[in-house]
Antibody
Framework: QVQLQESGPGLVEPSQTLSLTCTVSGGSITSGNFYWSWIRQPAGEGLEWIGR???????NYNPSLTSRVTISLDTSKNQFSLKLNSVTATDTAVYYC???????????WGQGTLVTVSS | IQLTQSPSFLSASVGDRVTITCRASQGISTYLVWYQQKPGKAPTLLIYAASTLQGGVPSRFSGSGSGTEFTLTISSLQPEDFATYYC?????????FGQGTRLEIK
């Protein structure tokens, strides 16, 4: 049973870069035809897909964020990461990492990590 | 592609049959997924490909639809079913979610 765990700073200053890592256990991040995604949820609101990286390292991003986001794999550590630059208060949210099976059916999720953008 | 769920809020009793609708702004074949989310927790996968039950999900959950209109039905509500439900498409980029349906105990 694959498990995912997000980690990273819980507080980021405006205009800085938000950096999060998702550690995958219980399976190799490069095995199978999986996509590894980041999804966020502002408090009391719905879910927003940020983007994904395939086991081949190819990426797809939400057009609303593509100018600010980078998602990458670190196969040596069985991790994938999110970088979101030039953050503002509107980027404050719980950030989830998730595995996309069959493309984008998210069958495994991390527990989520709250990131607050504030000075 | 926008997904619109109805209703946004639903009050029901244990044992009730409830149906949640998800409408897509354009056709998405059966590239439609349903999730359940409880407060403070990550969403969990219920149904994929519009009507296929994820392993371990109780059979009281069912999904149907194709194209632009989809439904999630819970045949007999149990106490653990009170939660927020989201639909999600993956027909094209960007992947989007419905705004959610909050199901509460009457």
């Amino acid at each position: 049973q694959v498990q995912l765990q997000e980690s990273g700073p819980g507080l980021v200053e405006p205009s800085q870069t938000l950096s999060l890592t998702c550690t995958v256990s219980g399976g190799s991040i490069t095995s199978g035809n999986f996509y590894w995604s980041w999804i966020r949820q502002p408090a009391g609101e719905g879910l927003e897909w940020i983007g994904r990286v395939h086991t081949s390292a190819s990426t797809n991003y939400n057009p609303s964020l593509t100018s600010r986001v980078t998602i990458s794999l670190d196969t040596s550590k069985n991790q994938f990461s999110l970088k979101l630059n030039s953050v503002t208060a509107t980027d404050t949210a719980v950030y989830y990492c998730a595995r996309g099976n069959g493309g984008s059916t998210f069958d495994s999720w991390g527990q989520g990590t709250l990131v607050t953008v504030s000075s | 592609i926008q997904l619109t769920q109805s209703p946004s809020f639903l009050s029901a009793s244990v044992g009730d049959r409830v149906t949640i609708t998800c409408r897509a702004s354009q056709g998405i074949s059966t590239y439609l997924v349903w999730y359940q989310q409880k407060p403070g927790k990550a969403p969990t996968l219920l149904i994929y490909a519009a009507s296929t039950l994820q392993g371990g999900v109780p059979s009281r959950f069912s999904g149907s639809g194709s194209g632009t209109e989809f439904t999630l039905t819970i045949s007999s509500l149990q106490p653990e079913d009170f939660a927020t439900y989201y639909c999600q498409h993956h027909n094209s980029y960007p992947i989007t979610f419905g705004q959610g349906t909050r199901l509460e105990i009457k």
